[in-house]
């Protein structure tokens, strides 16, 4: 999130459920009552195509060749490794931090080469954690910060959802 506070201002008196409004109370909501506010009920539906396009294929190997056939036709900007899928999932699957879904997606990004240069809990600590490759892309919340607020799971799932990647 940007935090301009001169340029958000103006978006103070937008209407609720606007984006506008949204963006105005990111800044300046204090974070348990946005995250309530936006995020207790959210549609999770991208969220959820991305998981079984991209993420669920890879922990099933019946449907490796149905899911090898779906990235030649979509043709992402990646390709996981098995290998590397393999082995840090060995690492995170007991993680009791994240549920089940945010471990697979974790797993999936390292496979992918997300994480660059940094490892897994220098990025659950860094606040350009959706642009590990640009720090100029700041979150005003590291993960694990926003680990500490209800919620903050689906926050994620939809910040994840949109990742430039997708």
């Known amino acids: 999130m940007i935090s301009n506070k001169n340029d958000v201002i103006n978006y103070k008196d937008y209407p609720e459920g606007s984006q506008g409004k949204k963006y105005y109370d ?45 990235l030649k036709s979509t043709k992402p900007n990646f390709f996981p490794d098995k290998e590397k899928l393999d082995f840090f999932w060995k690492i995170i699957k007991e993680d009791n931090r994240f549920d089940l879904e945010l471990k697979k997606f974790f797993a999936f990004l390292y496979a992918i080469g997300f994480y660059r240069d940094l490892n897994f809990d220098e990025w659950l600590n860094v606040n350009y954690w959706s642009h590990p490759w640009n720090k100029e892309f700041e979150d005003d919340y590291t993960i694990l910060q926003l680990l500490d607020y209800k919620h903050s799971d689906n926050y994620l799932k939809e910040r994840f959802a949109t990742l430039s990647i997708f």
């Open 26 to 70: 990111s800044v300046y909501l204090p974070i348990q009552e946005y995250l309530v506010k936006y995020y207790k009920d959210i549609d999770l539906s991208r969220w959820n195509y991305i998981k079984e396009k991209f993420i669920d294929p890879l922990f099933d190997l019946s449907k490796n060749e149905l899911y090898l056939d779906f």
